[in-house]
Nanobody, 124 residues
């Protein structure tokens, strides 16, 4: 499975970025998709995900109210809109999908396939 994440960059604190995830292999509408991030010296963490079907998303507390995950099925894209960015959001961001269907998309340990990551740097 090939996933491609893009849209990272350098932004000032309080700014916004929109990340995109797509696949050249599969139609993402049929899969639960999650965004993870890994900050320097820290473990990778799941932060936002979307189930299939009726829009059903989940965000961890650290990004709730600031980040929004959404789909554009016509373009085979999953977005992560990130607003009110903070320096602690600096990390490599990855999109991921599971091989099967998870009970809920926030089962972070069960994701099998990963994009290459895109770097987000938030300056203070």
């Amino acid at each position: 499975v090939q996933l491609q994440a893009s849209g990272g960059g350098l932004v000032q604190s309080g700014g916004s970025l929109r990340l995109s995830c797509t696949s050249s292999t599969y139609s993402l509408r049929n899969y639960q998709i999650a965004w993870f991030r890994q900050a320097p010296g820290q473990e990778r963490e799941g932060i936002s995900c979307t189930n299939t079907g009726v829009p059903n998303t989940f965000n961890v507390d650290s990004v709730k109210g600031r980040f929004t995950i959404s789909r554009d099925n016509a373009k085979n894209l999953v977005y992560l809109q990130m607003n009110s960015l903070k320096p602690e959001d600096t990390a490599i961001y990855y999109c991921a999908m599971p091989q099967g269907i998870l009970g809920h998309c926030s089962n972070w340990n069960l994701y099998d396939f990963w994009g290459q990551g895109t770097l987000v740097t938030v300056s203070s």
